[in-house]
């Protein structure tokens, strides 16, 4: 599975930005589907995940009502809409997919966000 994270940039402070994660090679419809950020200087963290059937998700509690994870398995897509942001969520953003013992990782997308 190759995975393509997209939609950074820098933006204000309060402002708001959707990142997607374009899945190719296999449908990943069957995966469990998550976000994660890296900071300058600071270890990957997790920021949020999503089932594979959508019925299930789970957020780090920094980003609880500001971020929402979404997918779309007829895209093979997986997205993150995030809303009033703050500066500490300045950082390189992850996508994965995880099934079973196999995690697969993208390229991140650089997300700024000025105060």
């Known amino acids: 599975v190759q995975l393509q994270a997209y939609g950074g940039g820098l933006v204000q402070a309060g402002g708001s930005l959707r990142l997607s994660c374009a899945a190719s090679?296999?449908?990943?419809?069957?995966?469990?589907m998550g976000w994660f950020r890296q900071a300058p200087g600071k270890e990957r963290e997790f920021v949020a995940a999503?089932?594979?059937?959508?019925?299930?998700?789970n957020y780090a509690d920094s980003v609880k009502g500001r971020f929402t994870i979404s997918r779309d398995n007829a895209k093979n897509t997986v997205s993150l809409q995030m809303n009033n942001l703050k500066s500490d969520d300045t950082a390189v953003y992850y996508c994965?997919?995880?099934?079973?013992?196999?995690?697969?990782w993208g390229q991140g997308t650089q997300v700024t966000v000025s105060s």
């Open positions: 994965n997919a995880k099934q079973g013992l196999e995690t697969n």
């Open positions: 090679g296999r449908t990943v419809s069957g995966y469990a």
């Open positions: 999503i089932s594979s059937n959508s019925g299930s998700t």
